[in-house]
């Protein structure tokens, strides 16, 4: 049974401030992991898809990172409008379904 | 635009009344799902449909029916709403399974 587990719950950062957000699982046989964001009450919104340890993607402050084992979102000098929760998920080759974590909620104060 | 449209955005209803959500996508995707999302569990997996009248199961399927018709609509029917089927939830599609996922606005059910 494929398992993803984020860490941390929640995040306090200051504007500016960089860090880590990580996404460890358990898949047989990774085809994708998928870095999402979600708004409060809002749909989660796809951020990048990453399919074998070494690839890296990055989108504005943002950087995704993969290892056989976890994922790192890095983000670099947040800024209040980066607050959400980004949610980790995985799919294997036994199937089709994208298995999430539990998410990091992420506040960036002024 | 392309987008996943889910409605109603917000229901309140009763115990026992039949509701159905409609989910409807304008990607031309063969492959939509729905997911609840409960505090402290995240996102599951309800049903999902890799084309037009094929659909299965996902990870809590338990109380609710789906069907698929027309590649572009989805709609989730709860036959009999229970008070623990309250939730938000969310319809997706994608290229095909296993690929990103691009979510609707959400539906956020309430059973009285």
């Known amino acids: 049974e494929d398992q993803v587990t984020q860490s941390p719950e929640a995040l306090r950062l200051q504007e500016g401030e960089s860090s880590s957000l990580n996404c460890s699982y358990t898949?047989?046989?990774?085809?994708?992991l998928f870095w999402y964001r979600q708004d409060p009450g809002k749909g989660p919104e796809f951020l990048f898809t990453?399919?074998?340890a070494g690839e890296e993607k990055e989108k504005e402050r943002l950087k995704a990172t993969l290892t056989k084992k976890e994922s790192f979102l890095h983000i670099t000098a947040p800024k209040p409008e980066d607050s959400a929760t980004y949610l980790c998920?995985?799919?294997?080759?036994?199937?089709?379904?994208?298995?999430f974590g539990g998410g990091t909620r992420l506040m960036v104060k002024p | 635009e392309a987008q996943v449209t889910q409605n109603p955005r917000y229901l309140i209803t009763v115990t026992g009344k039949k509701l159905t959500v409609t989910c409807s996508q304008n990607m031309n995707h063969e492959y939509m799902s729905w997911y609840r999302q409960d505090p402290g569990l995240g996102l599951r997996q309800i049903y999902y449909?890799?084309?037009?009248?094929?659909?299965d199961k996902g990870d809590v399927p338990e109380g609710y029916k789906v069907s698929r018709k027309e590649k572009r609509n989805f709609p989730l029917i709860l036959e009999s709403p229970s008070p623990n089927q309250t939730s938000l939830y969310f319809c997706?599609?994608?290229?095909?399974?296993?690929?990103?996922?691009?979510f609707g606005q959400g539906t956020r059910l309430t059973v009285v």
């Open positions: 990453l399919y074998s």
């Open positions: 998920a995985v799919v294997g080759n036994a199937g089709n379904m994208l298995t």
């Open positions: 898949v047989s046989g990774l085809r994708g």
């Open positions: 449909s890799m084309n037009v009248e094929v659909t």
């Open positions: 997706a599609s994608s290229h095909i399974g296993g690929t990103e996922a691009f």
